[in-house]
């Protein structure tokens, strides 16, 4: 009798279903038979400049010890961070992106059996991690898209171990406050690890938006995780960090894999926050091109949900399988999000103007 391998895997494991991402350029070109050059693709809330040339540089320069294994402390570029975001050495843990980081802690904190919380229509790598350590997730239900974080207090029970919460959230796109925030910490035990993922916080530009690390000074269960992936546009190389704690920093370096972070990803990394103008013109592109698709999407009568990212999801309605298939067929890459249960939904990431415009008269000819 064969063995069902399945079967062997961690029960959790069994429950879910692979990370989708968005389509590669490639990918469609062989697909649907187009030529790469004439594809956009704003599907994976990507950086559209391209890396800055201080990363270009700091890049040729650390090839010349690609024989060597990398920093597995990330010194240099942990001083850089700590200088640049005035917080101790011993609170950083870098990992190979964000994700890296928010597996580090499932992995060190969540036993099995116990409870995760995490809100309806929040980062799908959050019941990954959660249930791929045996983790119970704890869904709560959204409004208007977004955390109800009084909820989400009332959820906790003594089971409870973690917390996450997205600010901006992917892929809806929703902030809360910074009272709201607030308010939600002082209702959580100590013993609770609140995980606040800030992978889109460069683009807020919001008074009330709050700044996760300030409130980490006096919060010792607060983790705030960042990435490299979204405004720095170094996506590709996969960089990002955790700021806590020393007491769960100490453990998230227990579980770390060695040389989990590169050579050049240490390296861009590091020159990237010397490059403030570039994050500069980033936000700005983005704020430009938000403003582009939006009042499109206004023009066009398509509902949308407000966003504060490098991202807006739009209610095409039953048809957005559709026509998203119809996009692809015209060389335009955009995120469908049926996955999170938002089958009405595409997510659009911001691109440069030319691309914006381009999908906008694809949609045109569409609708």
Known sequence: MSVDYTQLA???????????????????ARE???????????AS?????????????????????????????????KNTLCAHLNVAFD???????????LDLLARAFVAPGAEVIFSQYAFI??????QAVGGKAVVVPAVEWGHDLEAMAKAVTEKTVMVFLANPNNPTGTCFSRSELVKFLGQVPEHVIVVLDEAYF?????????????????????????TFSKAYGLAGLRVGYAVASPEITDMLNRVRQPFNVSSLALAAAEAALHDQPYLTKACQINHEGMEQITSALNAFEVSFIPSKGNFVTADF?????????????????????ANYGMARHLRISIGLPKENERLIKVLEQIL
């Open 10 to 28: 961690v029960q959790g494991v069994r429950q879910l279903q692979p990370y989708i991402p968005g389509k590669p350029v490639d990918e469609v």
């Open 32 to 42: 649907l038979g187009l030529a790469p050059e004439n594809i956009v693709k704003l």
């Open 45 to 77: 809330n990507e950086n559209p400049l391209g890396p800055s040339s201080k990363v270009l540089e700091a890049i040729t320069k650390a090839q010349s010890e690609l024989t060597r294994y990398p920093d597995s402390n990330g010194y240099s570029l």
């Open 91 to 101: 609170q950083i843990t870098l990992g190979n992106g964000s994700n890296d980081v």
């Open 125 to 130: 790598v959050y019941p990954i991690v959660t």
């Open 202 to 226: 460069e683009y807020v530009d919001s008074e009330d938006y709050p700044n996760g690390l300030r409130l980490q000074q006096d919060l010792p269960n607060l983790v705030v995780c960042r």
């Open 317 to 337: 309605g039953e048809n957005a399988a559709g026509i998203n298939q119809q996009l692809l067929q015209q060389g335009v890459i955009v995120r469908p999000v």
